[in-house]
């Protein structure tokens, strides 16, 4: 809105940007953010109806803030300028708002330089670092879910939400999960309950986790039955490496017989 009325108004404002609009700035995901600098942005910017002025009880702009609080942690941790990230918020009649905030903004990314490179990064580590960190969006929003949903009104506790320490720990403490292949049944809860078909497996056959597909839902230590108990939530410990695909065949106890008799 604030935008559309800069345009009528005829305010001057950078034209290296691009508009994308939302309903709600609460609909803007972190994998959203992410997949922008993924593709080459320098900066991203998120414009949000003014907080406590939200028409709806959804009050999604104080989501929209609380994951770009988050964001620029895990930007931070990475390795890159968490300005590159910014927030602010606006009425509809605010254009000269607008205005100056995208004009200051894209001057400052200016001034930090191309994405990683500003950074001192090469363009292999800058895409493998945010590739890492776009594959682990839901697991962030999982364990930061009370956070993600609170309501700051002081914008002096903005910088406490998220503490660097805190973040820092998310990552050397991050949870990965693991099938035993010795308690495996391969009753398949696990296989057809995960979201993202991280799980290998089949009938008869011990089922193994993809790490590189698994996006640390849980789902799969959740539903392992638990007469079986087979997955395992590790913290902060390297995955044993999967077994190999000819040992993976379960041999029943019963058929074992037979085949020996
Ligand atoms: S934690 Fe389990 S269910 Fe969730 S993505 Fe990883 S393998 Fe799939
Ligand atoms: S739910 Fe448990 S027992 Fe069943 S296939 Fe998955 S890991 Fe194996």
């Not at 292999?124 to 670092?129: A, I, N, P, V, Y």
């Not at 035993?180 to 799980?199: F, G, N, S, W, Y």
């Amino acid at each position: 809105m604030a935008a559309d009325l800069a345009g009528v108004s005829r305010l001057q404002y950078t034209s290296e940007m691009r508009l994308i609009r939302v309903m709600c700035s609460g609909r803007v995901d972190m994998a959203f953010v992410l997949r922008a600098f993924l593709n080459g942005m320098d900066g991203v910017f998120i414009g949000g109806c003014r907080l406590n002025e939200c028409n709806y009880v959804t009050h999604g702009n104080y989501h929209a803030l609380n994951m770009v609080l988050l964001c620029k942690r895990i930007l931070e941790h990475i390795g890159l300028n968490p300005e590159r990230l910014k927030i602010e918020f606006m009425s509809g009649a605010d254009a000269n708002v607008f205005v100056d905030t995208v004009n200051g903004f894209v001057k400052r990314v200016k001034e930090l330089g191309p994405l990683g490179q500003g950074e001192g990064m090469d363009r292999h580590e800058l895409k493998s670092r945010l590739a890492e960190v776009s594959k682990l969006v839901p697991y962030f929003k999982m364990v930061n879910q009370e956070k993600l949903a609170s309501r700051l009104q002081n914008p002096e506790e903005y910088d406490g939400l998220f503490p660097k320490e805190e973040i820092d720990r998310l990552f050397s403490e991050m949870v990965s999960y693991y099938i035993d292949p010795e308690k495996c049944q391969a009753c398949m809860t696990c296989l057809r309950r995960c979201p993202v078909e991280a799980i290998v497996g089949g009938k008869g056959k011990i089922h193994v986790i993809d790490q590189e597909k698994c996006i640390k839902c849980g789902t799969c230590f959740e539903v392992c039955p638990p007469r079986f108990e087979a997955v395992r939530k590790l913290s902060g410990e390297p995955v044993p490496p999967p077994l190999p695909e000819e040992k993976r065949t379960i041999v029943r106890k019963g058929k074992e017989k037979q085949e020996k008799s």
